[in-house]
């Protein structure tokens, strides 16, 4: 008795895993004799691979395999004799579920198709792929050898129609075909064809048929290739170009397409980077891996997947929702700018813009850090150069000017991203609009930062270190450590400082932006009796001219502060055009005075937190 290995597949070539199978014989049909003593109905079971291996007794009747769900809807459609001969045959069929996919696919090798039976209301269907290899003559055909002839011919026509062709499993058509590292020399090429699913079956050059392979050697002149054995042809550029020394390099992808009399080079070749890097993977996805974001390639058992079949997700992971178990797949990521099947919009924003992608920062006294910020380039001397993972670093090894500012420009030197700290000021490029050192356009502004008395960095004040891109923005606070006073003395109706030098709120700004200056806490105007005069209360940017917004203070009984006699001040005073630098913001008082001696105006202050009239000098983030 002769034991049979069957291979079940569907459509897409994939193995039909874990799926009973019942083979039954009895059904009348050519060979059966009413009466015949007929074997037993079989039950197996496909494994991971879709396999099963049954033993079955020799019948002149035929055997039919069927789905063993014993569903009115599932028909037989594999038929098959069984010789009387011991040993091993074997048997693939196609697995095809018409009710989901409303096509029938034929058999990949159509002239080793011996007997097919479909009833087109099926919801599934079995079809024989190849019959008992090497025993083929002992089915008989009858009525449909003619019909079965007449369909192989016009598949071998070179006007088939497409409905006839199985286009996953035909090489020589149009669809990309990756055939993995180039065997053959540097100057000789050879490639193979994929083995999955199956075997493909290429028997000549055709034209449109497109090839992928990473190359294994720069090439040193003139490039043949030859794929499956079918002969070398040259593999040339820009039409009928011989290939010269290095257009070819060493690792890296190219797709190649036939023409009718040679291979061209799809895209450019030479010193020109192309490709990135090859992923490989086994199975059902999705694939977690790390590649410079640009065009993605993607093939499913040798085969190129056309932009709707797999889901890209900017260089971090690609699904492919049609891969299953034991797929082969692979992915050539792109680094330049090609056509592309799709970009999303973070990919192009990578490639080609927002270039504005840093922040500077502090880390200590002694070292200020530019890193990623909402993206991971800078514009450097013309180009958008990519800010190392972890950023760059600006270190002291010796102090600064003490009190002085510096302007924070990025540069290149030897292919590395550096910063240095310089007291000379930016200008804007006129060639790029893009903001550089005044006179030297290979540095790039990223910000500004002023020293402290010790020529360090005052890493406790975020007002004194400015971002020119993704700029958090800033708030700070500097409280009246004692009550100031502002007495009649001092000529009515000026404006006079009431902070001390040490109590002014220092920052740093940016020439386009807006600052806010918030006066909170409270204040007295104290009068003798009879007295009559009013006060003011402002803030003033480095100096003492009065910006709007101020308080007015009214008189009280006579006689010296008294806790009841506090007035709560809250002023707010918006400030635009400041140009960019180093600047302070402090609390001015002017006394009106109409009549009488010995008055003061005065703000609270205290030498505990919350109980003093505090002043707050804060901007709104800026991305640019």
């Known amino acids: 008795m002769p034991t049979i290995n069957f291979t079940v597949r569907d459509h897409k070539g994939r193995p039909v895993q874990n799926t009973a199978f019942k083979i039954t014989t009895g059904v009348p049909d050519t ?30 009747a035929p055997y039919y395999v069927s789905k063993a769900n014993n569903s009115s809807d599932e028909h037989v459609a594999y038929k098959l004799f069984v010789p009387d001969i011991d040993g091993t045959l074997a048997a693939e069929m196609l697995c095809v579920d018409v009710g989901l996919h409303q096509e029938l696919l034929n058999d990949r090798s159509l002239a080793a198709l011996i007997d097919a039976k479909v009833s087109t209301h099926n919801r599934t269907m079995l079809i024989n792929d190849v019959m008992l290899a090497n025993y083929q003559a002992l089915v008989e055909l009858q009525a449909e050898n003619t019909t079965l002839e007449s369909l192989n011919a016009h598949i071998a026509a070179s006007n088939a129609h497409s409905q006839y062709q199985r286009n996953d499993g035909l090489a020589n058509n149009s669809d990309g075909i ?75 992808i190219y797709e190649i397409v036939y023409d009718g009399t040679q291979f061209q080079v799809s895209g450019s070749v030479g010193n020109i980077p192309q490709v990135m890097d090859v992923h490989e993977f086994t199975g059902a996805g999705p694939y977690t891996l790390d590649y410079t974001v640009g065009r993605v390639s993607a093939y499913l058992n040798g085969l190129l997947l056309i932009s709707s079949d797999f889901t890209a997700t900017n260089g971090t992971s690609i699904s492919v929702p049609s891969a299953g178990p034991g797929d082969k797949v692979v992915f050539i990521c792109y680094s330049t700018f090609t056509v592309a099947d799709t970009y999303t919009i973070a990919q192009t924003d990578d490639i080609v813009g927002h270039a504005r992608n840093g922040i500077l920062t502090y880390l200590s006294g002694t070292e200020l850090k530019f890193d990623r910020a909402n993206g991971n380039r800078q514009y450097i001397n013309g180009k958008n150069e990519l800010i190392p993972l972890g950023g760059v670093n600006l270190t002291l090894a010796s102090p600064l000017s003490t009190n002085t500012l510096y302007y924070v420009y990025a540069y290149i030197s030897s292919g590395s991203m550096l910063l240095e700290a310089s007291v000379t000021g930016y200008a804007t490029s006129t060639s790029t609009g893009e903001k550089i050192k005044s006179g030297d356009g290979t540095r790039a502004l990223v910000g500004m930062v002023r020293t402290n008395g010790s020529g360090y960095f005052d890493n406790y004040n975020p007002a004194l270190l400015r971002s020119w891109h993704n700029d958090p923005g800033f708030s700070a606070v500097m409280g009246l450590s004692a009550n100031r006073s502002l007495s009649d003395s001092v000529t009515p109706g000026e404006w006079v400082e009431m902070s001390l030098t040490g109590e002014r709120n220092y920052f740093l700004a940016w020439a386009d932006e807006s600052v806010l200056a918030t006066v909170t806490g409270g204040a007295l105007l104290d009068l003798g009796s009879g007295d009559d005069a009013s006060g003011h209360l402002t803030v003033a940017f480095n100096g003492v001219s009065a910006e709007e917004g101020g308080s007015v203070i009214g008189g009280v009984t006579a006689g010296a502060l008294s806790s009841a006699d506090w007035s ?38 205290s030498g505990y937190t919350g109980r003093r009239t505090c002043l707050r000098i804060s901007t709104q983030p800026k991305y640019r």
């Open 31 to 60: 060979g059966y004799v009413p009466g015949m003593i007929l074997p037993a109905a079989t039950l197996a079971t496909t494994n991971s691979l879709g396999q099963f291996t049954v033993t079955l007794t020799a019948t002149e």
């Open 568 to 605: 709560p001040i809250s002023m707010h005073c918006q400030r635009s055009g400041l140009a960019t630098g180093y600047h302070y913001a402090t609390i001015i008082g002017l006394l009106d005075v109409i009549s009488g001696t010995g008055i003061s105006l005065v703000c609270q202050g």
């Open 178 to 252: 990756w055939c993995g590292a180039a065997g053959g020399t540097a100057n000789a090429i050879t490639l193979s064809l994929p083995a999955l699913p199956v075997t493909q079956i290429y028997l000549a050059y055709k034209a449109g048929t497109r090839f992928t392979f990473k190359a294994s050697a720069d090439n040193t002149s003139a490039v043949t290739v030859n794929i499956a054995g079918l002969g070398a042809k040259a593999i040339t550029k820009d039409g009928a170009e011989p290939l010269v020394a290095a257009d070819l390099k060493n690792g890296g």
